[in-house]
C-alpha cells in the first residue's frame, strides 16, 4: 500500500457540493452526518485525520465576479461559506463521540480557533480532528490549494480528494462521454500536460514540487474514507 497501515495521518479534503446534498445549496445534516460517521470509524483505528472542506455549496468567487462583483470581496465570501460546512461537520463528529477543532485563516474568535499550525499538530495526536476553514484566508487561492498547503504544513503523508459523484481521474468527463477512460495511477505531470480536473494547478504544482500524493476517490460511497486511509486501490492516485 502507499500509504502504509492506515494509522497515519492525512488530510482529508471534501467536496462542498457534496455536504448540499441532492438540494445543491446550504448542507444536507444527513449527509454530514455519514460523512461524519466514516470519519470517526478511521479516528478510531488510530488515524490522524485533518480536514479541508470546500465551499461551492455556498459561494464560489468566480461565479460572483462573473456576475459584476469584485472577486476579491466574492473570494471571502466563499471562504466565509466553507466555515459554515467546518461547524456542521463539527457537530456531526461531536456526536459520534470524536472531538475536534475548527481552525480559520480568518480570525472568528467564538467559532473557530485561529490556524496554528503546531497546535493543529498537537490536536491530531491527542486524537482530535482538526478542521481548517476560511481556506488559506486570501482571495485568488482554491480550498484545493488549501488542502495542499496545510497537507504539508502538518506533513500529513497524502491528500484524500474526496469527490462528489466521480470515482477518480478520467481522460475526459465520464458525465458528458461514455468512453471516458478512468486512470489508476498518473504522474503530476501528465495531469499538468493534459489539463486533468483532478484539483486547480496551484494545488496540483504544489503537490508535485513537495512530492505530495493524492488519491482522488468518491467521497460518498459507503466504506470509501476508510479505504481511501488504508491505502486500498480505489480511484485514482496521483504521484510521481
Ligand atoms: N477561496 C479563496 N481562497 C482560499 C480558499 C477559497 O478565495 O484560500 C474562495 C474562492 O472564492 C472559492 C470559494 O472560496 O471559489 C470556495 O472554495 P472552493 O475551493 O470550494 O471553490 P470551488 O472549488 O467550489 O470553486
Redo the contacts with the bound molecule.
Sequence with gaps: SVHGKGAGRFLLKL???AFAGGGGLGVDPDVVHTIAREIAAVVRDGAQIAVV????????????QQRGMD??R?????????VMNCLALQDFLEKEGIDSRVQT?ITMGQVAEPYIPLRAVRHLEKGRVVIFG?????????????AAQRALEIHAEALLMGKNGVDGVYDSDPKTNADAVKFDALGYGEVITRDLKVA?MTAITLCRDNKLPILVFELLTAGNIARAVKGEKIGTLVSD
Excluded at 472542506?53 to 460572483?64: K, V
Design positions: 467536496s462542498g457540493e472542506i470546500g465551499g461551492g455549496n455556498f459561494f464560489r468567487g468566480a461565479e460572483l472577486r476579491a466574492s473570494d471571502y465570501m466563499g471562504m466565509l461559506g466553507t485563516a476560511a481556506g488559506m484566508g486570501m482571495p485568488y487561492f482554491s480550498t484545493d490549494t488549501t486547480d
